[in-house]
Structures are given as C-alpha cells and as structure tokens.
T-cell receptor, first 115, second 116 residues
Framework: DTAVSQTPKYLVTQMGNDKSIKCEQN?????MYWYKQDSKKFLKIMFS???????INETVPNRFSPKSPDKAHLNLHINSLELGDSAVYFCASSQGGLGTYNEQFFGPGTRLTVL | AQKITQTQPGMFVQEKEAVTLDCTYD???????LFWYKQPSSGEMIFLIYQGSYDQQNATEGRYSLNFQKARKSANLVISASQLGDSAMYFCAMREPSNTGNQFYFGTGTSLTVIP
C-alpha cells in the first residue's frame, strides 16, 4: 500500500557509470518531483513534472534526466556518474495545480554512493 | 533571497517540555501554503502540518501547532510535551503558485534532540 515507492533503496556504483532510479506513486497525483539531499541534509529540488510539462532546476547538470512513461511514474536517469552525485535522492508527488496546497508525499529515498 | 529560512541548525529540549522551531519565509504572492516535515534518522520524510496563507486560525495537529504570524512572515512549529521519538530533522517548506503549477521551497532544516 506504499503511496510513493522508489527502487532501489541503495545504489553503489563506480564513477562514470550510468544508472536509473525508479519512482512510482499510486495516489493519482498529477505532479511528481525529484529532490537531492546532500550529506548536510540540504534538500534541493531537481525537477518537477506536471501533466507532461517538465520544470528543470537550472543548476542541475544535464547528466540528469527525468523520464516519465506515464502519470504514475517519474524515473531519474543519471549519465556518467561523478563522486559529487553521492547523496540521497527523494521522489515526491502532490496533487493539484494553481491555487491548491496539498502536501507532497515523499518516497523512502535512494541512497546513491559513487565510488 | 532565501525563500525559507530556518536559523536554528540544532535544538535541544527536555522530554515533556515544549519547543519552538523557527521558520521565516519570503514571498510576494498573497496565496501560498506552509508545511512542516519531519525526517527521523531512518530517512523518510513525514508530513506534519499545513497552514494556508488565508487561514484565519493557526493550524494544529495533535502535539504540533503552527504559530503563523503573517505580517512577520513567520511560521514557527511548536511541539508540545516532547517525546524521545521527536528527535529528528525538521524542515519548513512553502508552496507558492507559478505559471506552471506550484513550486515547493524547503529550508535547511533544524535538528531537534529530545533529552530524557
């Protein structure tokens, strides 16, 4: 009955590899997000995806690309992984467009370690 | 300018005492929402409480209440009767409308430690 799920929970990989993190929500929400949380616990928005419209945080390197096969899924693909990509990545979803203020529901996070 | 400011990197509170976690925000939009999330050491993000900009009364959820002072642009979280399980990181967040929907902004967090 998990509302927002992410796989894998842990990901350890070598520098230079390409990896993907999957996210699925079963809440019927229309907006999904990816966040990066660094070792100092700072949460940084990476992408939001609403009705097939992608909003990109301009500071995110283009090695990161979100892919949404349908409304319930927003996967994160990372090319040419670097040491600085090591972090916890959270997927989240929320309902509503302008004028609505429902909270975001977060997935459990994926801890990525780049060696 | 920072959209959300949390000035307390770490806080300590005695068990059963109340504690206030500070949050100030910056927006020029009259319509916005304010949220608090808890992140325990296990890592998940847990929604605690919500306050809308037009809400007349302060939000309350069990032992959590939000001290909303609109003119001062502050949305402090008050936890009453602290418990050991309240030890966690706490994030203040704001949602404001944009042309493409809603944007969320998070503060840097406050680490709360409850002392037995």
């Amino acid at each position: 009955d998990t509302a927002v799920s992410q796989t894998p929970k842990y990901l350890v990989t070598q520098m230079g590899n390409d990896k993907s993190i999957k996210c699925e929500q079963n809440l019927g929400h229309d907006t999904m997000y990816w966040y990066k949380q660094d070792s100092k616990k700072f949460l940084k928005i990476m992408f939001s995806y609403n009705n097939k419209e992608l909003i990109i945080n301009e500071t995110v390197p283009n090695r990161f690309s979100p892919k949404s096969p349908d409304k319930a899924h927003l996967n994160l693909h990372i090319n040419s992984l670097e040491l600085g990509d090591s972090a916890v990545y959270f997927c989240a979803s929320s309902q509503g467009g302008l004028g609505t203020y429902n909270e975001q529901f977060f997935g459990p996070g994926t801890r990525l370690t780049v060696l | 300018a920072q959209k959300i400011t949390q000035t307390q990197p770490g806080m300590f509170v005695q068990e059963k005492e109340a504690v206030t976690l500070d949050c100030t925000y910056d927006t020029s939009d009259p319509s916005y929402g304010l949220f608090w999330y808890k992140q325990p050491s296990s890592g998940e993000m847990i929604f605690l409480i919500y306050q809308g900009s037009y809400d007349q009364q302060n939000a309350t959820e069990g032992r959590y209440s939000l001290n909303f002072q609109k003119a001062r642009k502050s949305a402090n979280l008050v936890i009453s009767a602290s418990q050991l399980g309240d030890s966690a990181m706490y994030f203040c967040a704001m949602r404001e409308p944009s042309n493409t929907g809603n944007q969320f902004y998070f503060g840097t967090g406050t680490s709360l430690t409850v002392i037995p």
